[in-house]
């Protein structure tokens, strides 16, 4: 399995911290296995738990502001030699991950949403089975990871097109909304889903992580320009549906909790969360 890791959006709700900073990069934290805590960008995070649950192909979709992106997950031999024995362990973890994966870095020049973003990688999928995950936005838990419960879902229902992650939320205008059936308390079978709707069909919220089969690529060719005058993944997802194709979603859990650098107060928010709970 591949993965696919967006991290082009623009960030406006943060600047100007993001003029020049992408998002993606902005730090939490997180703790080491001594007990140490540290600073990671939460991308890292992202990588890193894609990684521990076996997914060494990794496609990035950056923007403009790639740079800093790409020169943190370049390994610098310079930088590591000059740090004390202390400092490199803070990064050694970290550089060994980086060199048994393969990485491949694909622009999205314009900021044409989700959807436009993972239809960019297309071609290094190819018929691949393959992870979405937006790089503003990590899952942890005291448990089982939450990409691990994923995979063993899509492992566990082979006719099955999508796995799709979903939580109960107070305000679902504000997210993707699935109208599920309930197969078992911790399954669900999902009938319809909608881009920030007017009038919300269930009370639970997608989150931005998705395991595909290939097949959603010939949805996203399909899709228009939709809510915010973009390329909404939801869209494609609807059309997958609507065709046929069975589409499953599990909710998080009471040992799972999430990360969100999104905007001001939610990276507050995940800043005390992973402060805590890390």
Not at 215 to 239: C, S, V
Request: with cysteine; net charge positive; hydrophobic share 35%.
């Amino acid at each position: 399995m591949k993965s696919v890791i967006t991290a082009a959006g623009k960030g406006s709700r943060l600047l100007p911290l993001t003029k020049e900073l992408p998002k993606e990069m902005l730090p939490i934290f997180s703790r080491l296995s001594s007990g140490q805590k540290i600073m990671v960008p939460i991308l890292q995070l992202i990588f890193e738990d894609l990684f521990n649950n076996g997914i060494k192909n990794h496609c990035f979709i950056v923007g403009r502001s790639k740079r800093s992106i790409e020169d943190h997950f370049t390994l610098d031999s310079l930088f590591q030699n000059e740090l004390s024995n202390h400092q490199k362990k803070l990064i050694t973890s970290f550089y060994k991950k980086i060199k048994k994966s393969n990485l491949v870095w694909i622009n999205q020049d314009e900021p044409l949403g989700f959807g436009d973003a993972v239809k960019r990688s297309e071609s290094y999928i190819g018929t691949d089975n393959f992870i979405v995950h937006g790089g503003d936005v990590s899952i942890l838990s005291k448990s089982n990871s939450t990409i691990s419960r994923m995979i063993k879902t899509f492992n566990d229902n082979p006719s099955a097109s999508a796995i799709l992650l979903c939580k109960k939320i107070k305000n679902p205008e504000n997210y993707g909304v699935p109208e599920i059936t309930k197969i078992n308390s911790t399954l669900f079978s999902v009938k319809n889903v909608e881009e920030k709707p007017t009038k919300p069909k269930s009370n639970y919220g997608l989150l931005p992580c998705y395991i595909f089969k290939p097949i959603i690529f010939k949805y996203l060719h399909q899709i228009k320009q939709g809510k915010n005058n973009e390329f909404q993944l939801t869209d494609a997802i609807q059309k997958l549906i609507s065709d046929g194709h069975q589409v499953l979603a599990i909710p998080t859990n009471a040992s799972e909790f999430e990360l969100d650098v999104g905007n001001v107060e939610s990276y507050y928010k995940s800043l005390n969360m992973s402060y805590k709970k890390c």
